[in-house]
């Protein structure tokens, strides 16, 4: 009558440790997958490039901009209407 089981107490703790393992793979997941959701031609050039609609840039043209992305370059673009 005196002994205790740890055994459920263990196994309490790796059912615990799955959980969170499992939710933070589907979190992960899930940020990875929404970041594709948007995209935006700027900029086409070539034989192909009649073929996509070409939009304005949204980027901002300030000097954090430049320091961190560099300058812009401009391209030729087609708009295809």
């Known amino acids: 009558m005196g002994q205790m089981n740890t055994h459920a107490g263990r196994s ?10 499992g ?4 979190y992960g997941a899930m940020l990875l997958t929404a970041s594709g959701c948007y995209s935006k031609v700027t900029g086409a050039s070539g034989p ?4 996509y609609r070409v939009e304005q840039s949204d980027r901002t043209d300030t000097w954090i901009d430049r320091q961190v992305f560099g ?3 401009p391209t030729k ?5």
């Open 71 to 73: 300058e812009e370059t």
């Open 12 to 21: 309490c703790g790796r059912a615990r440790l799955s959980m969170a393992l």
């Open 77 to 81: 673009t087609r708009n295809r209407e």
């Open 48 to 51: 192909a490039a009649g073929q």
């Open 23 to 26: 939710l933070g793979a589907m």
